[in-house]
């Protein structure tokens, strides 16, 4: 599946330069036939065990086209993650820069990946991203998080995204401990709310 996913993520970013009223039916057939074809080929629900579940996150998923993927390094001595994405202009918002929507779900991944330094389960309980230039599209991206509070019930991450050697966005984010049981109570009722 690996083949098939990079060259979706190939797929994703050449639409952004095909213009909308191109017409091509064996384009529209292929990609019918390969929907299909997946369609009937899966196997999976929702409902993933956690190491296959990792595997579709939408920024460092490697089995999800749609992410980019991120990488991260951890540096559990220094408590701090280091993570490195390229978002093509298929990530676009205003001309050649990343979507704000997307810096902001990249500072909230990166900095909870924080996390496994913890060895504690836990959510985004809140997130402040302050926009200090535009992040381009094209350029290798560098995300350096670090623990800064560590409390009974919450930690608190500060990160960085670095392009070009510029910081771009600065985010801040509390991220709130849950023990096993209540983490899982979470997980299952979003599960069942869940339509698949």
């Known amino acids: 599946m690996a083949r098939v996913v990079a060259a979706m993520r190939r797929v994703i970013k050449a639409m952004h330069h095909v213009h909308p009223e191109h017409a091509d039916d064996a384009s529209a057939d292929a990609a019918e036939d390969l929907a299909a074809g997946l369609e009937s080929a899966g196997s999976l629900g929702i409902r993933q065990e956690s190491v296959l579940r990792h595997t579709r996150s939408p920024l460092s ?3 999800n086209p749609m992410a980019p993927p991120m990488t991260s390094e951890y540096h559990p001595d220094e408590m701090r993650v280091v993570s490195s994405i390229l978002f093509n202009e298929a990530y676009q918002g ?3 820069c990343v979507h704000g929507g997307f810096v902001a779900a990249l500072l909230d991944e990166a900095l909870g990946r924080t996390r496994h330094l913890t060895d504690r389960n836990c959510v985004t309980g809140s997130l402040l991203v302050t926009y200090r230039r535009p992040t381009p599209v094209n ?8 623990i800064t509070g560590m409390h009974d019930r919450k930690m608190v991450v500060r990160g960085e995204i670095h ?4 910081v771009t ?3 801040e984010g509390t991220f709130v401990f849950l023990e096993t049981e209540k983490f899982n109570a979470l997980v299952t009722d979003a599960r069942n709310a869940s339509k698949q």
Do not use: K, Q
């Not at 392009?163 to 510029?166: D, K, Q, T, V």
């Open 94 to 96: 205003p001309p050649a």
């Open 163 to 166: 392009a070009n050697g510029e």
């Open 139 to 146: 350029v290798p991206l560098t995300v350096d998080a670090r």
């Open 169 to 171: 966005a600065v985010g």
């Open 61 to 63: 998923g490697v089995m």
